[in-house]
């Protein structure tokens, strides 16, 4: 073993250490690294000069444009989860499907994909599941142990389901190394690849990841109750009811990613019309009342047909009379936002979710600055050129290279957080793989798919904590095992499905976006 592979072993051993000890994650991606380097200065086998190159990544990192849809897409969820639809949602769906504990579960199923693509934050989903669905869940006969496996498996469907957090990071990421990949590999002008791509391509995959889920639920679940009922799931539901539960969430989600598969936003841009629709939904809900309603319900219709004016002029022609009405409904939108954050603010909600978004985006942020130092510090070792030779070494040339990162992924996924392996992993294991033939955006799904079920696998899975610090103390740490054991089998199952069937990712985009 050459000096520079035992720096190399050494930091990834110390760098697990440093992350199961406790101390923050950012600190143990970007310490340790840094502590690495210098002690390889001392023995020669570091140029500290790499670390010159740190300063200009940061600022890469913060002047990213595709990055600031982050905290927007944060606080679009943040403010949907206080905006109180889950609980009227959930209602409906239980009244619709009779409240028996097939039913039950398959509503929490169908409410869990509606909501995880409105938010998209585990934590927010798995606990807002826990509170008002759990007690539903087990009243009408679900067993403990399938209730916390479908609220767990069912709050990290935001992963895969676009618009997502995951999905951005991870498109930000592949993107680079991709381009980065492909013109060392001698391609000078490769296709880039961005978040609408993967976006398109997860639309599939996400709804078959829901459709096992829901085989499971309806193969293990009898269509009977044999709990007791409540009172309220056998009121009839009034479409009204439906209406005003499931349209203004589904409106905003076909909003955002509409405006981006059809070409009307960028992410970035999109990622704020989901946060200002998300500020007024939350802010109607909330009780303006009056003639801010009034302006509130004018201002979402304002939005609309603003985006009605994005995608049907033609900015060739001068239209002053198009220019002045285009110019009185921003006007009319940017009121509506006044009036529903006026009263979000006099309600306190206003900055508790900004504080929360603030709390979340810095944490995501740390990770990426942190991982920034570590791929720094990695290739000044020496461990890119390691990583090719080693992805070169793997029987089954491309495939089993692909396998290997895969095996990886999944056995990080026990230990790390998502974010943290999408940094650590995709820069330092991914050139090799994305340097050849192998579709990006394919490539970039089978990593969404398989770090989903970094949420679910114990020791550290972050939707099992949710739970267990919220569920009551009857539901053991051995039942959520149980309950989410399958869950986890049919995540691995569909990931199967998806490299055996890469159309599943790759012919949406193809439809909206061209080869």
Known sequence: MSAHEGYLLAMVLALFAGILSGIPAMLAIAGVPLVMAVIG????????????????????????PLLMAVPLFVLMGVLLEKSRLAESMLDVL?????????????????????????????????????LIALPTMRQAGVPKSLSAGIICASGTLGQIIPPSILLVLLGDQIGNTYLEAQQKAGNFAPD??????????????????????????????????????APATKRPVRRREILSSFAPPLLL???????????????????????????????????????????????????????????????????????????????????????????LWASGTLQTAVG???????????????????????????GDELVTQAMAAVPGGTWGALAMVLLVVFLLGFILEAVEIIYIVVPLLGPPILGGDISPVWFGLLLAMNLQTSFLTPPFGFALFYFRSTAPRDITTGDIYRGVAPFVALQLLGLGLLIAFPALATWLPRLVFGP
């Not at 001392?42 to 990544?57: C, E, I, N, Q």
């Not at 109607?284 to 801010?292: D, I, K, N």
């Not at 929360?356 to 020496?382: E, K, Q």
């Open 253 to 343: 989600i076909l909003s955002v990613l509409g405006s981006i598969l059809g070409g009307i936003a960028t992410t970035t841009e999109a990622a704020g019309l989901g946060a200002v629709g998300a500020l007024m939904l939350a802010g109607y809900r909330s009780g303006v009342a009056g003639t801010g309603r009034v302006l509130v319900l004018a201002a979402v219709a304002a939005a609309f047909a603003l985006m009605a004016l994005r995608l049907f002029s033609d900015s060739r022609t001068e239209a002053t009379g198009l220019a002045i009405f285009a110019a009185g409904l921003a006007l009319m939108l940017v009121l509506g936002v006044i009036v529903a954050g006026a009263r």
């Open 41 to 64: 200065s001392f023995t020669g086998v570091f140029d500290l000069g790499f670390l010159s190159f740190f300063p200009a990544r940061v600022y890469g990192v913060m002047s990213n």
């Open 94 to 130: 239980g009244r619709m499907l009779g409240g028996s504990p097939r039913g039950m579960g398959l509503s929490v199923l169908v409410f869990s994909a509606i909501i995880a693509a409105s938010t998209g934050i585990v934590g927010a989903t798995v606990v807002m599941l826990v």
């Open 192 to 229: 880039p690849v961005s978040v609408g791509d993967l976006f398109a391509g997860a639309l599939l995959p996400g709804l078959m990841l829901v459709g096992l889920y829901g085989l499971y639920i309806f193969v293990r679940l009898r269509p009977t109750a044999r709990g007791v009922i």
């Open 356 to 382: 929360d978004t603030v709390r979340i985006s810095g944490m995501v942020f740390g990770i990426v600055v942190a991982a920034s130092m570590l791929a720094l510090v990695f290739r000044g070792f020496g």
